[in-house]
Every structure is written in C-alpha cells, then in structure tokens.
C-alpha cells in the first residue's frame, strides 16, 4: 500500500542567530506548525550547543508532491552550497548519505581553520558530558572486554626494541616546567615564549622566597609553650610513664613539637636538674 500524502511540501532554512551558520532542507506535513526545525547532523549540534531558541526557521518554497519537492532540494543544495563557509549541510539535496563533497568540505576545514577545528572539538566535549549526564550514553571503555591472544601478540611486538620512558613514549614528551611568583606550571614547548616573554623562568621552585621574620621557640609570641611548661614536658618524658600523644594534648601542642623536645631538636638548652 503506497504511502499516504502529506499535505504541505516546503523547502525550508534554519539559521543560527549567533553565528549566521544556516542549514537547508526539505519537510512533508499535514500541519504548519508542528514546530520541525530539521534534522541535520550539525544543525542538532547547533540546537544542543546554542539552544533552539537562537534559531529561525524560514519556508523557502512550497512544492506541489513529495518527488518535486526532493527535486528543488537538490537544485537549491548542491556542492557549491556545501563548500560555502556558512553552510552546515552536509549532502547534496535529493540524496541520503554522508556525500563525499561535504566530507571534503569539513575535512578541509577541519585541517585549515584552527578555530573552526577548535570550536568544533570543545562543541563535541561538551555534549559528550552533557549526553552522558543526562544518560544518552555511557562510556565504559575497555571495561569487561580482555585482548585475545593475537592482539596481545600484536602489541608486544609494537612494543618489541623500543626503550619505556623514552622519547614519545615519555608521558612528559614535548612539556617543561616553568615557574613565577611562587607557581609552578607545566606547558608545551612550543608556548613556552610565551611565558618567558611573562617573566616566567624554566624549572621548578627556581623562585626566591621573600624573608620572613618568623620567630621560634620562647621568641615566638604565639608560642603555647614556655621554659616552665617544657621542663614539666622534660620531666614527664624522662619518666616515661605518659605517651608523648596524651603529653601534647595536655599542654595543647602537636606531637611533632613533643617528639622535637625529646629529641633535643628545640628547647635544648633547658636541662631537668639532678
């Protein structure tokens, strides 16, 4: 039994109201306001990236049948259309398929316009997250899956005379580290001017710390303890009666400053007499 007819044939234009990226395509319904934006690939990119709401849809043209109607979108949607920077179709009208001229058209974008490849790939990031949120998807990765024999076999042998550690098989291949004002930061090398430029200097920690007039000991005015208290310490830990942990809560001290005490490290110059 032939499929029933719709009633309205159009070609129509969804456009980005952000970025002025439109996509073109055709629609058969029986109601003008069923609210179709369109289905391409990138064009639900856009709506998930942009939202909906920063698009318009205009009609184009109405077509008389479904057949003329798939006619006029391979007329207005062709190859030219494809290759134009706006456009985010990605086949020819009339046809099913990823089309061979638009995969040249995004690979060649892909490959010569680095903020296109940039703004491609963080689109891409952020609806993995998203979907994956909202649990369109899971990645599990290898998880519950084992290497048979023969790609293990495979893998020893790629892995065969080349030294571990080394080169781009190093997990630091390609970065250094630089250092200012105290921040220590890893970056590639080929940015590295960049930071040099800054005041950034090569290697870790090469900063010098501003000095301090921090006072230890008895000089400390917020020091807990004074020569009374630690001669009591002294005291209680030449009898060795009470664990230097129960000492230091007793006088409201860390253990490290207790076990300091005992080994003569401060307060060496307090002695318990005879």
Request: some cysteine; charged content about 35%.
């Amino acid at each position: 039994m032939p499929r029933k007819q719709k009633k309205y044939h159009y070609i129509y234009k969804t456009t980005n109201n952000l970025n002025g990226k439109y996509y073109i395509g055709m629609h058969s319904t029986d109601d003008l306001n069923d609210g179709y934006m369109g289905s391409g690939k990138r064009l639900w990119y856009s709506f998930n990236y942009h939202g909906k709401d920063n698009h318009t849809v205009e009609i184009l043209e109405f077509c008389d049948n479904r057949e003329e109607l798939r006619k006029r979108e391979s007329d207005i949607v062709t190859d030219d259309l494809l290759r134009e920077e706006l456009c985010i179709n990605l086949k020819v009208g009339g046809e099913g398929g990823w089309h061979k001229y638009a995969n040249e058209a995004f690979k060649h974008k892909m490959e010569n316009d680095s903020e296109f490849r940039k703004s491609f790939s963080n689109r891409m990031v952020e609806l993995n997250i998203r979907w994956r949120k909202e649990g369109k998807f899971e990645v599990n990765g290898f998880k519950g899956k084992t290497h048979s024999e023969e790609s293990k076999l495979k893998i020893s042998e790629s892995k065969r005379g080349v030294p571990v550690g080394v080169g781009k098989s190093n997990s630091q291949y390609g970065t250094c580290w630089v250092t200012k004002d105290g921040v220590d930061k890893k970056v590639t090398k080929d940015t590295i001017n960049n930071y040099l430029s800054d005041g950034w200097v090569k290697g870790r920690g090469n900063y010098v710390k501003p000095p301090t007039n921090k006072k230890t000991g008895a000089t400390n005015g917020n020091s807990k303890l004074d020569e009374e208290k630690v001669l009591e310490i002294k005291r209680l830990l030449s009898e060795d009666k009470i664990s230097t942990t129960k000492i230091a809560e007793t006088f409201g001290v860390s253990r490290p400053t207790i076990d300091d005490i005992k080994k003569g490290k401060t307060w060496s110059h307090l002695q318990l007499s005879e």
